[in-house]
C-alpha cells in the first residue's frame, strides 16, 4: 500500500488506462438472441417454474429498473439469474397498466442522453436491453423543438420554452433574465465539472474489495466531493441573487429528484441539468418496451422474471452469509449464492432480514445501526391522475413536452406553507395546494401508440398529471385498504380531482369536453402497489448528507454481509438513468471490477473518449427557436444570445437601473389584464 500511495493521481490514471486496454480485446460477450417483446411478460410466480430453471447464479428482488439492469448485466455475463416482483407487474416504477383502452404508466416520464445511437447511455441500454427505439420529445409536429416547457408565477412570472443543446439552453435562460448571463454561464460551467467528476465515484462506490477501495478512494471521490458536500442554495447564492433565476434553474430538480434548493445537493441538479441539456426522448411503445427487453435479456440466458412472488425474508447461513430468500407464500425456499435486492436499502435491512441483527451477526447489526442513525430523508409524494381522452394526438394536436407549472419560483417556501396546514384547509384554501403540476401525454410521445394494441387505441390518446404533496397528509388512512378508505378520503380526492382536471384543460382548452375517463392516485396509493413505507416517491431526498452516506456505507455491498448485494436508486441516483447505472454497480460488485470492461466494449473506447473529452453532440442548431432564413447556420445567433452582458452593467449600472424602477413597470407584458401569465396559465395565486 505504500508503494501505491505515492503515485500521482495522474500515473494512478495511466496505468488504469493502460490496464483497460489490454484487457478490452479479450472480452466478448454474446449478443442477445431473438426479439424482445413490446410488452413484458406477467408470469405467476409458482414452486414448479422456479424448480425448471435448475441452479440458480442469482436471486434479485424487485423488478424496477435497477434490479432488471443488474439481473441483465449478470445475464450478459451467462449467468442464470431469477427475478421476483411482488406486484401484479414486471418495471417497478416503470410499470404499466390498461384502463379503458389507455395504457398507464406510473413514473416514465422522459430520458435524456439517448438521443445519439453512438453516446455511452444509449449504448449501455442497447447492451442490456436491446431492440428499444427512441423518439426525441423535440420532433413533435404540433410544438416542435421544445422538450420541457416551465412556467413560474409570482408577481414577476417566468415562461420558458426549452429545447436540445446547451448554446439553445443557455440562450432560452438569458432570454429570460436579462442581465444574468453571467450567472447562467457560471452555473453551466459549474454543471460540466460536478458531471465530469460523477463516473469514478461511481466506480469507486462499485468496488467490494475493502483495500481496493482505500487505495483509490482519494483519486476517485474527491472531486465529486466538492459539488455533493453542498446544497443547491449554496451554490446558487455565490453565482446570483435573483431568486426567480435560483426557482428556473432548479425545477427539473423538483420534478425530477423529489427536493428543493435549500435541501438538495448540487451534485444532484447538476446531474439531471446535464443529462437533460440534449433534450428528451421517449420509448418506442413506452415504458413496457423497455421492461420487455430487460426481461428478454434475463430470459435468453436461461433466467426468468416472475411476478405475484412476494419475498418474506433472506435466508442467512451460520456466518451472515446470504444463501437464498424464503417466499411467502408456502414458505419455499430458493438458493442461489448471489442475492441482490433492489427494494431499497431500509426496507432490505429491516424487513427481509433479522431486525435486530443478533450477537451472532455483528455487521448486520452494525449496518443496521448505521441505517437508523444516517438522518436519510425520503423524498415527498406525489398525486397521479391519469385520463383518457377522445380524440388522437394529431386532431388534438397534442404536445410530446413536459408542461411544468410552478405557483411560486421558491419551491421550498410553497412546500413548507402545504406541509404546515392540514389537507382539508389546504384544498378549501389554496387554489393550488402543491408544490409543482407537471402535465404530459404519452400517448404523443409514443410514435407506435396508434398501431400497437390491436389498433384498440386508435382514436384515443392519454394524459397524466402528477403535483407534488405532502405524505404526512394521508396518514389519517395510512394502513387502509384501497377502495376502502371511507367518504372524507373519497371527497378529498374529488375535489383534488377537478383542481387538476381544471388546470389541465385551462393549459390545453381543446380537451373541454374530450376527457372520457380519469383516475386519481394519492401517495397511499404509491405505498400500496409501490411497497414504499410513507407514498414517497422516488426514495431519499438526494442532499448532502445522502451522498455523505453512500460514501460511508450505502454502496451495493454492505461490508461484513457476504453474498448480499444492494441495487437501485438509494446505492446511486434517481430515475431511470441512475436505477440503469445501480445495476452496473450492482453487478460490478459481484463480478469484480473487471465488469466495467464490459460496459467499455459496450460503449466503445471511441464513442467514451468522445464524449468525455468533447462532450458529445450539441443539437442546439436542429431545434434552435432562433428566426433566420432557411438553411442558415443560426449558432452565431444563439452565441450572441447567450453572451454574458458587460461586467459593470451585471453588476452595476443595469441592477441600479432595475431597483430604481416602480414595481408596476416591472411587470412583464406576458401578463393579461385577467390575472394569467401567457397563454392562460395563472401566474398570480
Known amino acids: 500500500m505504500a508503494g501505491w500511495s505515492v503515485l500521482s493521481d495522474e500515473t494512478l490514471c495511466v496505468v488504469a488506462l493502460v490496464t483497460a486496454l489490454l484487457l478490452f480485446r479479450a472480452l466478448h460477450r454474446p449478443a442477445v438472441a431473438g426479439s424482445p417483446p413490446r410488452v413484458p411478460p406477467r408470469t405467476g410466480f409458482n414452486a414448479g417454474r422456479a424448480e425448471a430453471l435448475g441452479k440458480l447464479d442469482a436471486i434479485v428482488i424487485g423488478s424496477g429498473p435497477g434490479g432488471l439492469a443488474t439481473a441483465a448485466m449478470l445475464a450478459r455475463r451467462g449467468k442464470v439469474v431469477l427475478v421476483l416482483e411482488a ?16 395504457t398507464f404508466e406510473t413514473g416514465f416520464h422522459y430520458l435524456g442522453e439517448v438521443h445519439c445511437a453512438a453516446g455511452p447511455l444509449r449504448r449501455i441500454i442497447d447492451y442490456v436491453a436491446p431492440g428499444v427505439s427512441w423518439a426525441a420529445m423535440a420532433d413533435c409536429p404540433h410544438a416542435h423543438g421544445i422538450y420541457d416547457e416551465v412556467f ?10 426549452l429545447r436540445p443543446g446547451e448554446l439553445a439552453w443557455t440562450s432560452e435562460l438569458c432570454r429570460a433574465f436579462p442581465g444574468e448571463e453571467a450567472a447562467v454561464q457560471s452555473f453551466l460551467e459549474l454543471c460540466k465539472k460536478s458531471a465530469g467528476a460523477f463516473l469514478p465515484g461511481v466506480i469507486w462506490r462499485s468496488l467490494a474489495s475493502p483495500t481496493l477501495s482505500c487505495w483509490l478512494k482519494r483519486v476517485m471521490t474527491a472531486g465529486l466531493r466538492t459539488y455533493q458536500s453542498q446544497t443547491v442554495q449554496q451554490a446558487l447564492e455565490k453565482v446570483t441573487s435573483d431568486a426567480r433565476l435560483v426557482g428556473a434553474l432548479s425545477y427539473i430538480m423538483c420534478g425530477c429528484c423529489g427536493v428543493g434548493p435549500r435541501d438538495g445537493s448540487f451534485s444532484a441538479l447538476a446531474g439531471v441539468t446535464c443529462h437533460f441539456m440534449q433534450g428528451g426522448a421517449y420509448p418506442h411503445g413506452g415504458a413496457a418496451a423497455v421492461v420487455g427487453a430487460l426481461v428478454h435479456t434475463v430470459e435468453a440466458s436461461g433466467g426468468a422474471a416472475y411476478v405475484r412472488a412476494p419475498v418474506e425474508a433472506i435466508v442467512l447461513d451460520a456466518s451472515g452469509r446470504a444463501i437464498g430468500v424464503r417466499m411467502k407464500r408456502g414458505g419455499l425456499e430458493l438458493r442461489a449464492p ?3 435486492s433492489a427494494i431499497g436499502a431500509q426496507l432490505t435491512l429491516e424487513e427481509l432480514l433479522p431486525c435486530p441483527g443478533p450477537p451472532s451477526l455483528p455487521a448486520l447489526a452494525a449496518a443496521q445501526r448505521q441505517c437508523a442513525a444516517s438522518g436519510l430523508t425520503r423524498t415527498r409524494g406525489h398525486l397521479n391522475l391519469f385520463l383518457t381522452i377522445e380524440g388522437s394526438t394529431e386532431e388534438l394536436r397534442l404536445p410530446r413536452h413536459n408542461t411544468w407549472i410552478f405557483p411560486t419560483p421558491d419551491h421550498d417556501a410553497q412546500f413548507a406553507t402545504l406541509e404546515a396546514m392540514q389537507l382539508a384547509h389546504a384544498v378549501e384554501t389554496l387554489a393550488q395546494p402543491w408544490t409543482y403540476v407537471g402535465m404530459a ?5 409514443d410514435p407506435d401508440w396508434a398501431t400497437d394494441g390491436d389498433g384498440v387505441r386508435a382514436g384515443v390518446s392519454s394524459a397524466v ?11 389519517e388512512w395510512a394502513g387502509t385498504r384501497v377502495h376502502h378508505r371511507g367518504i372524507e378520503y373519497e371527497a378529498i380526492k374529488g375535489q383534488l380531482e377537478m383542481k387538476l ?3 389541465l384543460v385551462k393549459r390545453f382548452p381543446q380537451l373541454q369536453g374530450r376527457i372520457k375517463s380519469s383516475n386519481l392516485g394519492t401517495p397511499l396509493s404509491t405505498t400500496y402497489y409501490m411497497h414504499k413505507r410513507e407514498g414517497e416517491s422516488y426514495g431519499f431526498q438526494p442532499t448532502p448528507n445522502f451522498f455523505r452516506q453512500q460514501e460511508e456505507w450505502l454502496r451495493p455491498s454492505i461490508r461484513g454481509l457476504d453474498g448480499l448485494h444492494l441495487a437501485g436508486q438509494d446505492v446511486n441516483f434517481d430515475g431511470f438513468a441512475g436505477a440503469l447505472l445501480s445495476g452496473i454497480m450492482c453487478a460490478a460488485s459481484i463480478e469484480g471490477p473487471l465488469l466495467w470492461m464490459d460496459v467499455v466494449r459496450a460503449i466503445g473506447l471511441k464513442a467514451l473518449l468522445s464524449d468525455l473529452c468533447f462532450g458529445g453532440e450539441d443539437l442546439s442548431q436542429k431545434y434552435s427557436s432562433v428566426k433566420g432564413s432557411q438553411g442558415r447556420d443560426q449558432t452565431a445567433e444563439l452565441k450572441a444570445r447567450a453572451r454574458p452582458a458587460e461586467k459593470h452593467e451585471v453588476a452595476g449600472e443595469r441592477k441600479g437601473a432595475e431597483e430604481d424602477e416602480p414595481t408596476a413597470a416591472r411587470k412583464p407584458t406576458a401578463s393579461h389584464g385577467n390575472g394569467t401569465g401567457e397563454e392562460g396559465i395563472e401566474f398570480h395565486y
Request: aromatic share 8%; with cysteine; glycine share 14%.
Open 87 to 102: 406486484n401484479e407487474a414486471l418495471g417497478g416504477g416503470m410499470h404499466t397498466w390498461e384502463d379503458n383502452g389507455c
Open 152 to 161: 413560474l408565477g409570482g408577481v414577476q412570472p417566468v415562461h420558458l420554452t
Open 338 to 340: 448471489v442475492v441482490v
Open 441 to 445: 401525454f404519452p400517448s404523443a410521445k
Open 465 to 475: 398529471v402528477i403535483a407534488e404533496v405532502p405524505t404526512g397528509w394521508w396518514s
Open 501 to 503: 382536471t381544471a388546470l
